[in-house]
């Protein structure tokens, strides 16, 4: 059974950085995709940042394009993302999960394979 651990959020103030971190125990070998979605009180989810293990590819969301980064630690089956210059509007439960196709992580959430707890990013002033 696949389990994920994140582990970073916090609170920042605007302007300010935040790296999450996904743990992923369960596989034999490396899961497919591994990234990120959020999702704000009241709104809906979207997708932040998704990473290829095997290869690399990386996609990430055009809102958060230029201050999110999504890298990955293979040998462990971790992926992190690192956040900087954040918004009030980056403000959301952001969660982990592994998925088949980088699609998942912005439609169709529910046939991501597993998905972490969350982990809640708060910037405000």
């Known amino acids: 059974q696949v389990q994920l651990v994140e582990s970073g959020g916090g609170s920042v103030q605007p302007g300010g950085s935040l790296r999450l971190s996904c743990a992923a125990s369960?596989?034999?070998?490396?899961?497919?995709?591994m990234g990120w979605f959020r999702q704000a009180p009241g709104k809906d989810r979207e997708g932040v940042a998704a990473i290829y293990m095997s290869g690399g590819t990386k996609r990430i969301d055009a809102s958060v394009a230029g201050r999110f980064t999504i890298s990955q630690d293979n040998a462990k089956n971790t992926v992190h993302l690192q956040m900087n210059s954040l918004k009030l509007d980056d403000t959301a439960m952001y969660f982990c999960a592994v998925g088949s196709r980088s699609d998942y992580f912005w439609r169709n959430w529910e046939k991501l394979n597993a998905r972490g707890q969350g982990t809640m990013v708060t910037v405000s002033s």
């Open positions: 369960g596989y034999t070998g490396s899961p497919p995709y």
